[in-house]
């Protein structure tokens, strides 16, 4: 609270004047009112009724347990959390305390330009709130890392000392250790270091040295670089390892044998855990005429991590496998995830199957559960099948594995996809294209090339087919009225679609903006734009406008698939929410032998709220993980070409600089904004565009440009680039630039020029992929 300079006249104020003493505090306590104001005995009782009825007329909120604030109002300081980025790549906060209505701030650079690199999405900081005329803005004062007491760094040695600089490029605690820790160490040694308590104000911080992880130079370094810094667990403790080697394959018993089902599996060439299986056939009921029987097999992870067992304990921990170009830390140890659990070829796997109809519209008809025991026919790539199904005409054609199993699974696989996306194509689902980059490594770890990921009709084929899995799954369980997880996804808000309306302005495309959202929407904008000039910043604007889904124990449906329920049942070997909806069909349909102890338990669906919340944060983690290591390894593949240019586009246009992306490599970096001229440029958020306050000279969002590589730190995974194209000229119907609306630091504001050692501020999620909205549509991905 911020005590006045002067104390206020004893006793009771009116209304006006508690709520001009909030405003000017920014939150407080009944008692911290009341001292202030000097009240005691019944004065007290009368102040607890005016903030009930200042609560209950809409004028005060509460903000922690028993703070109140004014309603729409922010303190002068507070700790908050970066929450979201806007489509020009804005970052918001909003209070830690606050409530899910309270108002959010945008975060603007320091008028002082000391403030460092911004922090990025999920960052929590201490800021500094004013009113501006746009609404609340937040200046950092600090980022507060989450594990402030540890800093992953490299060592850096000379003969007056050895210092540990971080790799966060958020982060900077440079820290200083006794030349005695620093023994066996070597320059360019990656260590953790913890930050020792000490009594100097001034200077580098000392630090004791924890454990080393590896080198910088080591090509593989950028995964556990992630790891580190997003806390991703790794490895298992000796009892999970032991219960992992002790399990056993499921009898029979309880089971239906689907052994005979000629199921297959279809994965990515270097999978190693092979969590469905997949299998169609005409359906001969003659009052399904054309229509078809479709089964997906998923492995039943159940039957070995069962509730309360070390095993399940830390696989809610890890709460899904984290996926690097290098490694995959998984949720569950390998004797289960690429054993007992993987549909390998030709071996007994236990599971719980879904047998699906659909009619000749692809509309499902009915669906039925059972947990069984399968052996997989065939393991197939997506290529291998695709190659297949396209024969030789295409430039495919069949090898040893798919000839055989042609007519028998492959045709009958691909005639029900095509039945089944009737139904998909009528659903209208969002139709947006994440383009995703791959890279290629050589024995060493050493980055061969990166290069697009090709998107087949093999992938979709699975995808739908596991979407209708997923949808199985949340229709049984409801229908049995068992509590499950959701997989949800919320309409976009109005201020988005807002925000979407104002940029299409800007390429003159019709957006009526009071008009609800739907996909059928999206998608008739997309098709328009699609082999247009503007197609790929369309995509990824509308990309930008769609909500984060989420896991929840309520169901608010997903709204790019538009579908009314949605779980997740497909993957349990690499996502815990799908083991708990594996539990929840146990337990609703009496699956397995009785007595089991596998299903879901009353303890599990009191706590579904709180397992809801970890596995949306470990999986906000997972992905922020594998965003960093492919910023690192893109930094390092082009660490070499410093000084080259390339062709790019324009994907964000913030106040301290233009986020582009390299049509080559999708490689996202940042041009300063102090590097764009010798003038000053403003943030001209209705236009998307930073804008020259004497010229007019304009760069837009989606803008093609060709860049100079200036910087390139794998350590960090930062890119640094300059602008070589020439800015656009002045719009002459836009309105005369206003000058000085934002206080800058020298060069032309924004953040401060980053670069000096290596590259920082915020970046935009890498490869095509923006924080919030819908993920890509392969297997293996998240939607």
Not at 12 to 25: G, Q, S
Not at 269 to 279: G, I, L, M, Q, S
Not at 375 to 383: D, F, G, H, P, V
Not at 682 to 705: F, I, M, P, Q, Y
Request: charged share 30%; aromatic share 6%.
């Amino acid at each position: 609270m911020t005590k006045s300079t002067q104390r206020p006249p004893a006793g009771l104020p009116d209304k006006d004047t508690l709520i001009a003493f909030l405003r000017e505090a920014g939150t407080a306590e009944k008692a911290d009112i009341a001292r202030h104001f000097g009240l005691k005995g019944n004065e007290r009782r009368m102040l607890r009724e005016m903030i009930r009825e200042l609560e209950a007329d809409g004028k005060l909120g509460k903000r922690g347990r028993k703070g109140f604030s004014e309603v729409g109002a922010l303190p002068p300081v507070g700790v908050a959390d970066v929450i979201e980025r806007d489509i020009d790549g804005e970052l918001y906060v909003r209070l830690v305390e606050a409530s899910a209505d309270a108002p959010r701030a945008v975060l603007v650079p320091d008028k002082t330009g000391k403030t460092g690199p911004a922090p990025g999405l999920g960052a929590r900081v201490l800021a500094k709130f004013t009113r501006g005329e746009d609404g609340w803005e937040a200046r950092v004062v600090k980022v507060l890392d989450t594990d402030a007491n540890r800093v992953l760094g490299v060592i850096r040695k000379s003969n007056k000392e050895v210092r540990v600089e971080p790799v966060d490029r958020r982060s900077k605690d440079v820290l200083l250790v006794p030349h005695a820790q620093a023994e066996g160490l070597r320059d360019g040694d990656l260590v953790v270091a913890a930050i020792e308590k000490g009594d100097q104000r001034y200077g580098p911080k000392r630090g004791k040295i924890l454990e080393k992880i590896g080198r910088e130079d080591d090509p593989r370094a950028a995964s556990l670089i992630a790891i580190a810094t997003h806390n991703v667990p790794m490895g298992f403790s000796e009892a999970v390892e032991k219960e992992a080697e002790d399990q056993e394959l499921p009898s029979l018993k309880g089971r239906e044998d689907l052994r005979d089902l000629p199921l297959i599996t279809i994965d990515p060439a270097d999978a190693r855990d092979h969590d469905d299986a997949v299998y169609a056939m005409r359906d001969e009921d003659p009052r399904n005429a054309d229509g078809w029987i479709v089964w997906v097999a998923i492995a039943d992870v159940a039957a070995y991590v069962r509730p309360g067992t070390n095993l399940d304990r830390e696989a809610r921990d890890k709460g899904n496998s984290t996926y690097f170009p290098d490694r995959v830390e998984p949720m569950l140890p390998e004797r289960l995830s690429n054993g007992l659990c993987s549909l390998k070829q030709g071996e007994n796997r236990a599971c719980i199957a879904v047998r699906m109809v659909f009619d000749k519209d692809g509309r499902k008809t009915g669906h039925k559960f059972v947990r069984g025991l399968m052996r997989s026919q065939a393991k197939l790539s997506y290529e291998q099948a695709q190659a297949a199904i396209d024969g030789v005409e295409k430039g495919g054609g069949t090898d040893d594995t798919t000839g055989p199993i042609m007519e028998a699974i492959l045709y009958p696989l691909w005639n029900a996809y095509r039945t089944m996306l009737k139904g998909r194509l009528k659903r209208s689902p969002l139709a947006i294209e994440s383009p995703e980059r791959r890279i290629r490594m050589n024995p060493e770890g050493q980055i061969i090339s990166i290069e697009p990921r090709v998107s087949l009709e093999a992938h979709r084929l699975i995808e739908e087919m596991m979407i209708q899995a997923n949808v199985c799954a949340a229709e049984t369980l409801e229908q049995k009225r068992t509590p499950l997880l959701y997989r949800v996804h919320d309409a976009p808000s109005q201020e988005k679609l807002f925000n979407l309306g104002d940029f299409l302005q800007t390429i003159d495309k019709p957006w009526t903006k009071g008009e609800p959202a739907t996909t059928k929407r999206f998608n008739k904008l997309l098709d328009e734009t699609r082999d247009g000039l503007h197609a790929e910043v369309v995509n990824e604007v509308v990309l930008r406008t769609q909500m984060q889904a989420v896991y929840s124990a309520e169901n608010v449906g997903h709204f790019g698939l538009n579908l009314d329920r949605y779980a997740h049942f497909t993957s349990p070997i690499r996502r815990y929410s799908d083991l708990i909806v594996h539990r929840g069909l146990i337990r609703a349909l009496g699956l397995g032998p009785k007595g089991n102890q596998d299903g879901l338990t009353d303890r599990e669906i009191a706590e579904l709220p709180s397992i809801a919340e970890q596995v949306t944060m470990t999986e906000r983690r997972s992905m922020a993980a594998e965003r960093g290591a492919m910023d690192r390894y893109m930094a390092a593949f082009l660490q070499e070409r410093i000084g080259a240019t390339f062709p790019a586009r324009i994907t964000g246009v913030t106040r301290f600089g233009l986020f582009v992306r390299l049509e080559e490599t999708g490689a996202d970096g940042l041009v300063p904004v102090s590097s764009l001229g010798g003038e000053y440029f403003h943030h001209d958020d209705k236009s998307h565009a930073l804008v020259g306050e004497r010229s007019g000279s304009r760069w837009t969002l989606g803008r093609t440009v060709e860049v100079k590589l200036r910087e390139a730190t794998p350590i960090t995974g930062g890119l640094v680039f300059e602008m070589l194209s020439e800015p656009s000229p002045r719009d002459p119907n836009a309105p005369a630039p206003r000058l000085g609306v934002r206080a800058r630091g020298p060069g032309g504001g924004g953040f401060p020029k980053r670069g000096d050692k290596r590259p920082g501020g915020p970046k935009p999620p890498s490869g095509g992929r923006p924080s919030g909205g819908m993920k890509g549509v392969r297997k293996g991905k998240r939607r």
